[in-house]
């Protein structure tokens, strides 16, 4: 259950509070439980979108970082300073610093509110706005994939963090695509009937084993080493004084290395890399690394 707050004051670490409060009329700071938190993957403490929210460290030696969302305050005072997340959703990373030099991070979630008039922002943030962080993937993805389409496109993903205001928008982009029953069932599906095909396998063979000839195989017969005598009684004897006692072979075998099964390995070991490498930039006491790991 969300709680609404005038203000709020959390302790970040012994010794060291952070108090947080709006900047503007019928404003609040919300909380939830860490229970819930961690069931939808946000931080406790949460703000909205598109307004103005000031802070004070209770120790003066701390301070935010300064970046577009997090500007120090024109007093003397460095402690304090305002927060202003804009228009941008999800989880808001905070480096606190002291004396100059990054101390530890803290995380606020900021809400959306423009998907409901009536300041539901349990069905605003978490159905509408994840919803159309969904549809927006399936649509983008449809349209960019489309198999008939005369043009190739090459993705790459970014994992620069400098780009923490759309960390959770990324984040969610990929997991909208790889947490869905489909593509489970798609894999579960190329697992138990993957793409086979025919190939023909060489094979070094007992010469008196075979049955048909082809024409390499009785070039092979005149070239090939390691041969043998040809019996008098046998009718190559009159041709053939002596043929190799083993030829090359070509035997029929189903294999799994083709074309389709090296496409969904790469897709797959990319989908692996990605995951892993987000995993790493998410740090460990990040709310979103949490819900990563739901994946």
Partial sequence: MRKEHGSITVEIKQGLDFTLYPKRDNAFVYEIDTAEAEEYG?????????????????????????TKECRPSKSKKESRGDIEPGNYVGTLELDIIKDGKEELKYHLEVLATKFDADNDYDK????????????????????????????????????????????????????????????????????????TTWVNREESTDIRSFKRFTNKNVREMLRGENRMLVPKTHKLSTRLGCIPTKINNYKQELSLDNAENRFVKHALHVYLQFCERCSDAFKQNSKLLKNWRTI
């Fill in 124 to 195: 605003s943030y978490r159905k509408h706005y994840r919803l159309m962080l969904e549809e927006i993937t399936d649509k983008c993805t449809e349209l960019l994939m489309q198999s008939n389409s005369p043009i190739n496109q090459y993705f790459e993903p970014n994992y620069d963090e400098a780009h923490r205001d759309v960390l959770y928008q990324k984040f969610s982009f990929v997991k909208s695509v790889i947490n869905k029953a489909e593509f489970e069932e798609s894999l579960l599906r190329i697992i138990n009937s993957p793409k």
């Fill in 42 to 66: 946000e931080a406790t403490i949460q703000i909205l979108e598109s307004n103005s929210y000031e802070y004070e460290f209770s120790d003066n030696s701390y301070r935010l970082n300064p």
